[in-house]
């Protein structure tokens, strides 16, 4: 889940949601917010369902399509339907991106909730990648070489014109 700060009040929210992730919500030694945290202090906030990592995709992914409308329904309750959007993907080299941008249309068709065009963007120019990807590996404790390690290097995660990611949708 993406939030996102409509004015100052969203940004102390924001600040709010933060501090409670890292204080109360630790999961696997990682700081995660609850529902009932986002209904307490969603106001102000814009929220986008994410990547493919997220929960409406990753139902989607997985053909839980049902799973999907219920979770999509529970973040449009909670920040209501004009803040909450369903999030179409610019990255159509991860295997999987396009059959869930394509659930997502029809899951935004299906509930009257608005749509968003993004990119997850790490660095700004493609011939940055590699730097990004040593700075991964300095974060993971690994070396380049590994050949056993996360790498992002297959899709380009570089921040894209606009006119070129509008093209593509």
Do not use: W
């Not at 399509?65 to 179409?88: C, N, R, S, V």
């Amino acid at each position: 889940l993406v939030l996102l700060a409509e004015s100052y009040t969203g940004y102390r929210n924001l600040l709010l949601l933060s501090s409670l992730g890292h204080m109360e919500g630790l999961h696997s030694g990682k700081p995660c917010i609850s529902l009932d945290m986002l209904r307490r202090h969603h106001q102000h906030l814009i929220a986008l369902s994410g990547c493919m990592g997220g929960e409406v995709p990753q139902y989607l992914s997985n053909g839980k399509t049902k799973e999907a409308a219920q979770a999509a329904a529970a973040y449009a309750d909670i920040f209501g339907p004009e803040h909450f959007y369903l999030e179409l993907q610019d990255h159509p080299a991860i295997p999987g991106q396009l059959s869930v941008n394509t659930e997502m249309i029809q899951l935004s068709k299906d509930m009257g909730l608005p749509l968003v065009v993004t990119r997850d963007v790490h660095y700004l120019h493609p011939d940055d990648a590699d730097a990004q990807d040593i700075l991964v590996c300095i974060g993971e404790g690994v070396k380049v070489a590994d050949g056993h390690r996360q790498t992002f290097r297959q899709v380009d995660r570089s921040l894209a014109p606009g006119d070129d990611i509008a093209s593509r949708f």
